[in-house]
């Protein structure tokens, strides 16, 4: 069976299945082929004259996704704008995620903008996520509390500290944070001990409302001094740290305090709510074409996937550096070897049944496929996660359909890989859209083929 006679959603299905694997292979090697570094600059920056604005625009995006993610357990969401900052007009929230919205969501939300209009700062609005999204506050909490280590407590009490306090946090919270407390006359060193200590010590969130309320105010404010440390910043980028045998274990604190920390920035939208009239609502609904259930896909052996990848991407156009290793005889036997050692390395089993995943329609891709959205003047969408590689190079691809069609840019991206995610032409069955679809998977496939060059390059 020829590649091309192969459905597309089959073809889809395998390569984003071996594709997620790879890195299992390769964990710190970077393809300089890689489609990743060849998208449009554009795609992932904005354009110079709107930077700062679409920055601000992005950040106050980002938070609306953030809490209102804490009530879905895990669940993403993406949202977009309508109506300009720049004017004194209504602005609404577009809202969206990996489903159609349901009264829950729809309660969820007008219940979000109605605590941003009752509070007078963010730690007010912070009430929003204690009362309905602790599960994943406390989940937060936990994984803050397992990544610190005593070693940090260690490197603190050996060092020497000659700046203020003033110069050694450099939050803006610090001075709110000092005067409201009995321990604001000690030394530099005492304060991080202490911000550190309650960090450890951090209970989980309860149905005391008011109790769970103040301490995750204190752990949002205490994870921004921390952050704005000179001290915990030299850690993180300095040489001898790097060589250090915890410094993952410092990463993976400072990524956590990094989650804890972002809280904050629903600060933004508690101003833009008491300056403007906001309003919110949920994306478009979708009818499916294909629902969330995806058929089988028997999988081909990897010698022939790979042999067909091979032979369709293998050209003088591509900048490979060096010939196969091998010759026309002994080329189906590497193909065989090539089998054997991807099978060695992937999970037991990946390769000897099915590949079956729920499939969803990201919810950026139900931000840009809403028909108002066409006629908006930020083309920003703000994400709970980051976007994946399938959503970026989806847009990438959907931005060059016609001269009208807008350039949409995510707030952050990942080169991840979500095996459930459906091809937009596809699911929704919008003609305009399927030949996306296509785009997509020749440039997943791409991606793939690099990486086992790569592979090849590196093992065989």
Same mark, same amino acid.
């Given at each position: 069976?020829?590649?091309?006679?192969?459905?597309?959603?089959?073809?889809?299905?395998?390569?984003?299945?071996?594709?997620?694997?790879?890195?299992?292979?390769?964990?710190?090697?970077?393809?300089?082929?890689?489609?990743?570094?060849?998208?449009?600059?554009?795609?992932?920056?904005?354009?110079?004259?709107?930077?700062?604005?679409?920055?601000?625009?992005?950040?106050?995006?980002?938070?609306?996704?953030?809490?209102?993610?804490?009530?879905?357990?895990?669940?993403?969401?993406?949202?977009?704008?309508?109506?300009?900052?720049?004017?004194?007009?209504?602005?609404?929230?577009?809202?969206?995620?990996?489903?159609?919205?349901?009264?829950?969501?729809?309660?969820?939300?007008?219940?979000?903008?109605?605590?941003?209009?009752?509070?007078?700062?963010?730690?007010?609005?912070?009430?929003?996520?204690?009362?309905?999204?602790?599960?994943?506050?406390?989940?937060?909490?936990?994984?803050?509390?397992?990544?610190?280590?005593?070693?940090?407590?260690?490197?603190?009490?050996?060092?020497?500290?000659?700046?203020?306090?003033?110069?050694?946090?450099?939050?803006?919270?610090?001075?709110?944070?000092?005067?409201?407390?009995?321990?604001?006359?000690?030394?530099?060193?005492?304060?991080?001990?202490?911000?550190?200590?309650?960090?450890?010590?951090?209970?989980?969130?309860?149905?005391?409302?008011?109790?769970?309320?103040?301490?995750?105010?204190?752990?949002?404010?205490?994870?921004?001094?921390?952050?704005?440390?000179?001290?915990?910043?030299?850690?993180?980028?300095?040489?001898?740290?790097?060589?250090?045998?915890?410094?993952?274990?410092?990463?993976?604190?400072?990524?956590?305090?990094?989650?804890?920390?972002?809280?904050?920035?629903?600060?933004?939208?508690?101003?833009?709510?008491?300056?403007?009239?906001?309003?919110?609502?949920?994306?478009?609904?979708?009818?499916? =074409?294909?629902?969330? %259930?995806?058929? /089988?896909?028997?999988?081909?052996? @990897?010698?022939?996937?790979? +042999?067909? *990848? $091979?032979?369709?991407?293998?050209?003088?156009?591509?900048?490979?550096?060096?010939?196969?290793?091998?010759?026309?005889?002994?080329?189906?036997?590497?193909?065989?070897?090539?089998?054997?050692?991807?099978?060695?390395?992937?999970?037991?089993?990946?390769?000897?049944?099915?590949?079956?995943?729920?499939?969803?329609?990201?919810?950026?891709?139900?931000?840009?496929?809403?028909?108002?959205?066409?006629?908006?003047?930020?083309?920003?969408?703000?994400?709970?996660?980051?976007?994946?590689?399938?959503?970026?190079?989806?847009?990438?691809?959907?931005?060059?359909?016609?001269?009208?069609?807008?350039?949409?840019?995510?707030?952050?991206?990942?080169?991840?890989?979500?095996?459930?995610?459906?091809?937009?032409?596809?699911? =929704?069955?919008?003609? %305009?859209?399927? /030949?996306?679809?296509?785009?997509? @998977?020749?440039?997943?496939? +791409?991606? *793939? $083929?690099?990486?086992?060059?790569?592979?090849?390059?590196?093992?065989?």
């Amino acid at each position: 069976m020829s590649v091309t006679s192969i459905p597309v959603s089959h073809r889809f299905a395998e390569a984003l299945s071996l594709l997620k694997s790879y890195p299992r292979f390769i964990p710190n090697r970077r393809d300089p082929h890689s489609f990743q570094r060849q998208l449009n600059d554009s795609t992932l920056w904005f354009d110079a004259d709107d930077f700062e604005q679409d920055k601000e625009i992005l950040h106050l995006l980002d938070a609306a996704a953030v809490c209102l993610s804490t009530t879905e357990n895990g669940g993403s969401i993406a949202v977009g704008i309508e109506g300009s900052v720049k004017d004194t007009g209504t602005i609404t929230l577009v809202l969206a995620k990996n489903r159609n919205s349901n009264l829950h969501d729809r309660k969820m939300a007008d219940e979000f903008i109605r605590t941003l209009k009752s509070s007078v700062n963010f730690q007010q609005a912070l009430k929003f996520v204690v009362i309905h999204g602790r599960e994943s506050l406390n989940e937060r909490i936990r994984t803050l509390r397992q990544t610190f280590f005593q070693e940090l407590l260690s490197s603190i009490a050996s060092h020497s500290f000659q700046e203020s306090v003033g110069e050694e946090f450099r939050s803006r919270f610090t001075v709110l944070v000092l005067n409201d407390r009995k321990w604001s006359n000690k030394p530099v060193r005492g304060i991080l001990e202490y911000l550190l200590g309650f960090i450890r010590s951090i209970q989980e969130l309860d149905d005391d409302i008011e109790a769970s309320h103040a301490r995750f105010v204190n752990l949002v404010l205490y994870s921004l001094m921390l952050k704005s440390s000179r001290y915990m910043s030299f850690l993180i980028e300095s040489s001898t740290s790097t060589e250090a045998d915890w410094y993952p274990q410092l990463k993976a604190f400072w990524r956590a305090l990094h989650q804890i920390a972002y809280f904050q920035k629903i600060e933004k939208l508690v101003k833009i709510v008491h300056d403007r009239n906001v309003k919110v609502r949920w994306a478009k609904e979708i009818s499916y =074409t294909r629902t969330g %259930g995806a058929d /089988p896909v028997p999988c081909r052996p @990897l010698s022939v996937l790979t +042999k067909q *990848l $091979f032979i369709k991407y293998l050209s003088p156009g591509l900048d490979v550096r060096s010939p196969l290793p091998f010759n026309n005889e002994d080329e189906e036997s590497f193909y065989a070897e090539m089998e054997r050692l991807v099978k060695q390395e992937a999970p037991p089993g990946h390769w000897d049944s099915d590949i079956q995943a729920a499939l969803s329609l990201h919810p950026e891709i139900r931000i840009v496929l809403d028909p108002a959205m066409a006629l908006a003047p930020h083309h920003l969408i703000g994400c709970s996660s980051h976007g994946c590689l399938c959503c970026l190079l989806w847009l990438d691809a959907y931005s060059h359909l016609e001269p009208s069609v807008p350039r949409w840019y995510l707030s952050r991206f990942r080169p991840n890989i979500d095996i459930g995610w459906a091809l937009p032409g596809e699911t =929704t069955g919008v003609a %305009g859209i399927l /030949p996306l679809d296509q785009v997509v @998977l020749e440039n997943i496939e +791409k991606e *793939l $083929f690099f990486r086992q060059y790569e592979y090849i390059d590196t093992y065989l």
